[in-house]
Each structure stands twice: as structure tokens, then as C-alpha cells.
């Protein structure tokens, strides 16, 4: 299976990419942020194994860029984002290089190698012992098999300090190949068997062996696939599916990993971030080839964000009843999932505070909602009884 990028791949930007970059733009700097300061030294350990060229010939930024610029910001406030980046292809590689030179240049500590992925990554975990570690691993075809990331996430960093963070491209496209290979008699045993091995076992198989709904087998696969990550490592685990289109099936997930409640609550908002980005985005490339037409796919399928919202409010002020109904003062951040229920990804951090007042404004709570707290940091008090 290939694992390198088509031909014209690096001349810009594809619709999935703008959601991955964009969760990487609004993901990176607080990941930083929060857990730069769980240890002295003041550093994190960034890896981002499948890096690519690190920028697209249109001159707009791949994830290495991203990276590096995350990393120059903080090195003006104290902070060192330890970068390190991986690239196989020889060509690639070279421009990866070129890129990371300028920022080199002023100080940012950026490293790349030339090989792959599993070859440093050992190497790498060793030298973010101590300190936080953020895993964003990015191939094209099939990831790193499952038990290496078990052993990384769960035997070598088993503790909630100093974090450790993994953003991973799921395939959908080789599950889905993969998947057509179960019942057919040519299907490739060696293409199967490194399947097996990023699933943790030939599980996987019995989705896809009766022939029929095959999208649907394809994404229970990425479902416990994730289930099992969560289980083996006692992370909070969620996957994202990225599209090329409203209402096509995603061509990858995102599977994010996380042990701090901070990272899945900033991790929920910046899903919603960027899906805003990839609509606009989309928006803006149909109106560039479609001149003329009289509206785009983008602004007829688009959710409507407000009406999104208008119904998030009421249903999150529900979920936060029912959180207390224990009885007991509800912190926001350690009850995201509970709290955002579907609307997790959906909607950002703001409409957790609207879900508050509009509680208090049902008489459901004495928490107002207002003041300077960061949203997340609020603490909700249950009804006075009597
Ligand atoms: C999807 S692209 C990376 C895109 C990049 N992360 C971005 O978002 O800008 C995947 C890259 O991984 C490289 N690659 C494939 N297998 C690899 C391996 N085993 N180790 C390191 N790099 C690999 C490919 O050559 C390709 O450039």
C-alpha cells in the first residue's frame, strides 16, 4: 500500500487539510499553553512523525510549518517547543529542510530526520522524558501498529504528568480497501496482515465479512478502533471523521487522545473552530470556480451556526440539570462530554457559558455564569433545596 502523497499533493491545500491544520493552528498553542508549565524546564516535545514538505507550493503552511511557528511564538515567552519531524520521501524531505532553516535560523529547536517514523520514535520518547509530549503522527495509507502506540502511551507514559497528547490520521480509505480484500479471493494477505497489526489483531475482519454495508463497516472499524485505544491506554479517546465534502464519507478520522480533561474540552472547541474554517473554506473555492452560479453547495448544506447554537443552549442547561441532580457543585471541565453531549465539536466554549445563564435564568441555578472565570473553570452549584 503506498504510503506517499499523489502527485500534486504539496500545490495546495485539499479541504480535509484545512481542517487538520486548523485544528493543529487552535490545538497547538494551548496544549503548549497548559502543560508547558508542568515542569520547570519550561519545554514540551512536539513530534510530528509524517511531516511532509512543510509547506505547500501555493506558500501556504503544512503541519511542520505550523509547528515551527507555534514554536517561534513561544520562544519569545520562555517557552521551548522541542521539535521533531520525520519525513521517508528523499524529495519531500529536502523541502521539509528548506523550511525548517529559516526558522532554525532564529533559534526555534527544530530537528528533522530523514527515514522512518519508527525509527525515532523510541528515540524521541526518551528524550521527552520528564516533560510533556505531543504525538501527531499523519501518514497517507496505515499507521504505526497498535502496539507500538500502546506501548508509548500506556507502558512508557502511563502518568497524567508530564502529558502526553496524540493526534493520529485514521485511514478510511485504506479501511475501506482494506475492507474489499476480506471476501475477495485476490485479496492481498500481506496488505491484510499489516492491518491486523494496526488494529492489535484480525478483529477488525469479521465487520466487513458478510459484503454488505460496507461504509457502515467500515466506520464501526474506526469506532473500536478507538474504543480499544481508550481501553488499552485509560485515555479519553475521540475521533473526528474529515470529509472532501458535505455528506461524503470521510476520508480519514482524526483520533485524539488525551488523560487531561483541559485537552478534551480545548480539543472540543477547536473541532468546532475548524469545522467553521473548512465551511468557509469551502465556501470561498466554490465561489472561485463556480462563478456566477447563484449559490453555493457550501451555503445551502452549511448547518446554520446560529441555529446550531440556539438549539445547544437549552440541551447543554438540560445536561447541566441532570449533572445536578447529584446534588453536588458541577466544574464545567470535568464533565465536557456529559456537559456538550452531541454538540461536542459542534459548537466552542462560549455556549457552555450561555448554557449556564440560561439555566439561571430558568431559576434551575444560583451559578449566574458571569464574572471573569474562564468558562471551563466555572463551577455550577445545584438549586438551593426547600
Ligand atoms: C499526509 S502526508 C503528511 C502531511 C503533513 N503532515 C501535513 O499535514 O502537512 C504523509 C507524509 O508521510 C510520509 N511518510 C510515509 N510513510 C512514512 C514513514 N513510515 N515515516 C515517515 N514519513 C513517512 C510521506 O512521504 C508523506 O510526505
Request: glycine fraction near 10%.
Amino acid at each position: 500500500m503506498s504510503s506517499g502523497t499523489g502527485g500534486n499533493y504539496w500545490q495546495g491545500k485539499a479541504l480535509p487539510s484545512v481542517f487538520k491544520h486548523e485544528l493543529l493552528r487552535h490545538y497547538i498553542p494551548p496544549f503548549g499553553g497548559m502543560t508547558g508549565k508542568q515542569t520547570q524546564e519550561r519545554r514540551v516535545v512536539y513530534l510530528d512523525g509524517y511531516a511532509g514538505e512543510g509547506r505547500y507550493e501555493s506558500g501556504e503552511p503544512g503541519s511542520a510549518e505550523i509547528a515551527v511557528r507555534v514554536a517561534s511564538y513561544y520562544r519569545s515567552r520562555g517557552l521551548n517547543l522541542s521539535c521533531f519531524f520525520v519525513e521517508q520521501q528523499p524529495q519531500s524531505f529536502e523541502r521539509l529542510q528548506q523550511v525548517l532553516r529559516g526558522y532554525q535560523a532564529r533559534g526555534v529547536d527544530a530537528r528533522a530526520h530523514h527515514g522512518e517514523v519508527d525509527e525515532v520514535l523510541d528515540d524521541v520518547v526518551q528524550r521527552a522524558a520528564g516533560v510533556p509530549l505531543f504525538l501527531f503522527l499523519d501518514p497517507c495509507g496505515l499507521c504505526l501498529p497498535r502496539s507500538r502506540l500502546v506501548d508509548v502511551l500506556a507502558r512508557r507514559r502511563p502518568q497524567r504528568r508530564p502529558a502526553t497528547e496524540l493526534l493520529m490520521n485514521f485511514s478510511m480509505m485504506a479501511v475501506r480497501r482494506l475492507g474489499g480484500h476480506v471476501r475477495s479471493p485476490k485479496g492481498n494477505e500481506k496488505s491484510l496482515e499489516r492491518f491486523d497489526a494496526v488494529c492489535g489483531g484480525p478483529w477488525w475482519r469479521e465487520y466487513f465479512a458478510d459484503g454488505d454495508a460496507q461504509e457502515d463497516a467500515a466506520e464501526a472499524v474506526a469506532a473500536e478502533w478507538a474504543r480499544r485505544l481508550a481501553r488499552l491506554t485509560g485515555m479519553f479517546v475521540q475521533s473526528v471523521p474529515v470529509a472532501k465534502e458535505p455528506h461524503q464519507k470521510p476520508v480519514y478520522h482524526l483520533v485524539f487522545a488525551t488523560r487531561s480533561p483541559y485537552g478534551l474540552w480545548v480539543f472540543g472547541d477547536a473541532v468546532a473552530r475548524s469545522r467553521a474554517e473548512w465551511w468557509k473554506t469551502l465556501e470561498l473555492k466554490e465561489e472561485q470556480q463556480g462563478q456566477g452560479a447563484l449559490f453555493t453547495k457550501a451555503s445551502v448544506l452549511r448547518p446554520d451556526p446560529q441555529v446550531v447554537e440556539k438549539e445547544a443552549i437549552p440541551a447543554m442547561a438540560a445536561n447541566l440539570e441532570e449533572l445536578l441532580r447529584r446534588g453536588r457543585p458541577i466544574k464545567l471541565v470535568d464533565h465536557t462530554l456529559e456537559l456538550f453531549g452531541p454538540y461536542y465539536g459542534q459548537v466552542t466554549e462560549p455556549v457552555a457559558r450561555k448554557a449556564v445563564k440560561y439555566l439561571h435564568s430558568e431559576g434551575k441555578t444560583p451559578t449566574t455564569g458571569t464574572g471573569e472565570k474562564r468558562t471551563r473553570e466555572l463551577v455550577v452549584l445545584p438549586p438551593a433545596r426547600g
